[in-house]
């Protein structure tokens, strides 16, 4: 999916100034974002107080939406730049198109992790015969300067590996959890997981000291280290835990991301991530002007305009917030 936002924001994110050391309890409400005429968005990252999570810097969470009678989801070709994206859903399916000419329907609880190096562009769509329920999270990983300019590539993994424990499954979408290593190429060490929790389970995951981490709420009742987390909310839990209590009032569905804080200071702007406002006004020209970042076949419709660059230039604002 892409950040379809007409005012986009230049945002200054990473490093460490922004991490908690310490564990702590920080709900985030999301922010609705419209994205197209039909759908409506719920974005967790970046927020008002927090703008990443270990690698992850971006986190959409959508639906369940009925599109039993709709076009569903219409995400025209776009770029991006210095990240990974990755699709995650929980109902229905979307049609992934890139510029290298990969083709591929992504369906619940498999894995479409594209790495965009320096530069790739895609579309999102709901195939044309497709379920009535959409349901899912859109997520970025930013890409650490040494491998910010590899090869962009596509991956799919319908099969992950799964952690079980009684009342829970958790699918390693990224990264390793309890020594399920999930096969989608990470740039940094990071973990993305799916948590199934049944009615009525209470557990803990073990986690990494080292890393800072979020959970996302995606359906049902569950509360976090005590705290209710309501569907489109996430709970940031700052770093030193080794282990995460899990409680579940009703069938629930999470989303845990973490990982080792991440050092660079980046600028993130509509679908790029640079480190100076001259690469991201680079990146804006070369996806206008149709250099750099290839064309999507096959897709009905035009590719999607950068919005204009905000007025005042950038000025880094270093480690605070
Ligand atoms: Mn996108």
Redesign the pocket.
Known sequence: ???LDRQAALTVCGGRGFVVAEPVRELLSPRRVQLGESTEVRRLLPNLGRRMVGAWAFVDHYGPDDIADEAGMQ?PP???MGLQ?VSWLHDGEVLHRDSLGSLQTVRPRELAL?TSGRAIS???ESPRRHARFLHGA?L?VALPDAHRHVQPHFQHHAELPVVTAPGLTATVILGALDGAVSPGTAYSPIIGADLALARGTETRLPLEPDFEYAVLSMSGEAEVDGVPVLPGSMLYLGCGRSELPLRAESDAGLMLLGGEPFEEELVMWW?FIGRSQQEIEEAREAWMSGSRFGEVQGYDGAPLPAPELPPVPLKPRGRTR
């Open positions: 999916m892409s950040n995400v776009h770029p991006h994206t594209m895609h579309s999102e859109q970025w679908n």
